[in-house]
C-alpha cells in the first residue's frame, strides 16, 4: 500500500483535470460557484433521511461493516462514523465488525425526528 499526500493528490487532480480540458472559457460568468436548485435541496433530504435510517437501523438492528446496508450507503454510514454517531468499538480494547449507534447517535436521532 503506498501512501500519498493530501497536496500531492490535489496537485494530481489539477493535472488530470487540466490534460482533460477541452475548450477553456471564453465568457465571464456573471457569479462563481453552483447555482442551488430544488434538485439540491432534494438530494440533501434524501441524504438527511439516509442518515436517519441508518442512526435507526444501527440503533435497532446493529449491521455489519460488509452488510448490504454499508455497502449501499457507505458515504451515510462514513460520515456518522467520523461524526461519531455510530461505531464499531465494543469495549476499549475491542473493535468489532458490527456498526452500533452510539449515546452521541441517540441524541442526534431524536434531534432528527
Given amino acids: 500500500m503506498s501512501v500519498i499526500s493530501l497536496d500531492s493528490w490535489r496537485e494530481r487532480l489539477e493535472n488530470i483535470s487540466a490534460s482533460q480540458s477541452q475548450l ?8 462563481t460557484g ?3 436548485t430544488s434538485q ?3 438530494l440533501e433530504d434524501l441524504f438527511l433521511q ?3 435510517f441508518i442512526l435507526e437501523h444501527a440503533r ?7 452488510s448490504d446496508v454499508a455497502r449501499k450507503l457507505a ?3 462514513a460520515v456518522c462514523a ?5 461505531t464499531t468499538r465494543v469495549n476499549d480494547d475491542t473493535i468489532g465488525n458490527v456498526w452500533m449507534i452510539t449515546s452521541e447517535g441517540l441524541d442526534a ?3 432528527l425526528r
Wanted: glycine share 6%; net charge negative.
Fill in 24 to 31: 477553456s472559457q471564453n465568457t465571464k460568468s456573471d457569479e
Fill in 34 to 36: 453552483p447555482t442551488p
Fill in 40 to 42: 439540491d435541496d432534494e
Fill in 50 to 52: 439516509n442518515i436517519l
Fill in 60 to 66: 435497532q438492528r446493529p449491521f455489519t461493516t460488509k
Fill in 75 to 77: 458515504t451515510e454510514v
Fill in 82 to 86: 467520523v461524526d461519531g454517531l455510530i
Fill in 109 to 111: 436521532l431524536q434531534g
